[in-house]
C-alpha cells in the first residue's frame, strides 16, 4: 500500500511485547458511510484514538494509515504497535480503518481519510491538540501509478482498465505542489514490491516545488519492515523520523 498523500502524518508499524489492548475506535459516519455497500465491519470505515500520556503530549497528532495494498489492513503491525511507538514521543495518534478493494475502489478510500482528518481537528481542543502545521511521514510509500507502480495497489483501487487520467492525477509524484506539506520519506534500494523510485519521484517533486523534504534511501531491506528492530541498520529510521519530528519543533511544544 499504502501510505497516500494525506494530512498530518502516514507511517508504518513495529513490534511491541505485550502490548494492551487495541482502544475502542469510533465510527467515521454513525448514520453509515456515503456509498456504503453493505453493514458488515469492512463497510464501516473508523478511527480508534491513542492519547499520548498524561503531562506529556506535545500537541502533535498522527493519523496513521495501515498498509495492505488497498486489499487488506495490516492492524496490529501498522496500526497499534505504531501508535503506541508515537505515544511514547508525545505525539496523539489515530489508527484509521478504511474501506479496501476491490469492492470499494477510489475516491472511497480518500473520502475515509479526508473523514479522518475533519474528524481530529472537530476535536483539537478536546484532545489538546495543535491544529497546524500538516506534514507527511511516509515509509516505502505507494508513489506512483505509472512504470514503478505497486500493481496490487493500483488494480485494488481503481480497477483492472482505469481511465489514464486518473492514472495520472493519482499519480502523487506529478501533483506535488508548493502548497505539499512539509515530508519525511523512507525506504530500501532493495524493496522488491515497492520500487524505491516512489520514494525518489516523490522527493524530486518535493524539492522542485520548495516543500521542506528529508529523503532516508537504507540500502539493503524487504519490504515492510516496521520499525525492524533486528536489523542493526534499519532500525534506525524511526529515530530519524523522531529527530526530523523534533526538529521541525513538533515533538517540542509544552506539555498540555
Not at 52 to 72: H, L, M, Q, S, W
Not at 147 to 164: C, K, M, T, W, Y
Not at 192 to 198: D, G, K, L
Not at 232 to 240: D, T, Y
Request: with cysteine; hydrophobic share 40%.
Amino acid at each position: 500500500m499504502s501510505r497516500f498523500f494525506l494530512s498530518f502524518a502516514l507511517v508504518l508499524g513495529a513490534g511491541f511485547a505485550q502490548t494492551p489492548a487495541m482502544p475502542r475506535a469510533d465510527l467515521l459516519w454513525t448514520g453509515g458511510a456515503p456509498g456504503a455497500q453493505g453493514t458488515e465491519d469492512i463497510d464501516k470505515p473508523s478511527l480508534a484514538p491513542y492519547l499520548a500520556p498524561a503531562g506529556r503530549g506535545t500537541g502533535t497528532a498522527v493519523i496513521v494509515c495501515p498498509g495492505g495494498g488497498y486489499g487488506t489492513l495490516s492492524m496490529d503491525k501498522e496500526g497499534d504497535q505504531i501508535a503506541r511507538w508515537l505515544n511514547s514521543l508525545g505525539v496523539t495518534a489515530f489508527v484509521l480503518k478504511y474501506r479496501l478493494g476491490p469492492k470499494y475502489h477510489h475516491p472511497v478510500e480518500l473520502g475515509d481519510a479526508q473523514r479522518a482528518i475533519r474528524t481530529v481537528r472537530s476535536k483539537a481542543a478536546e484532545y489538546r491538540l495543535l491544529r497546524r502545521p500538516d506534514f507527511l511521514a511516509l515509509c516505502y510509500p505507494v508513489i506512483s501509478f505509472g512504470v514503478f507502480a505497486h500493481q496490487g495497489s493500483r488494480r485494488n483501487l481503481i480497477g483492472e482498465n482505469p481511465d489514464p487520467k486518473l492514472v495520472e492525477n493519482l499519480s502523487n509524484e506529478t501533483q506535488v505542489t508548493a502548497q505539499t506539506p512539509p515530508t519525511f520519506l523512507f525506504h530500501t534500494t532493495t524493496d522488491a514490491t515497492v520500487p524505491v523510485e516512489n520514494s525518489v519521484m516523490f522527493y524530486a517533486a518535493l524539492r522542485k516545488a520548495g516543500v521542506p523534504a528529508e529523503l532516508h534511501i537504507y540500502e539493503r531491506g524487504p519490504h515492510g519492515v516496521g520499525l525492524a528492530q533486528t536489523d542493526e541498520a534499519l532500525s534506525s529510521w524511526p529515530a530519524r523520523l523522531a529527530d526530523w519530528l523534533r526538529v521541525r519543533g513538533l515533538l517540542n511544544a509544552t506539555a498540555r
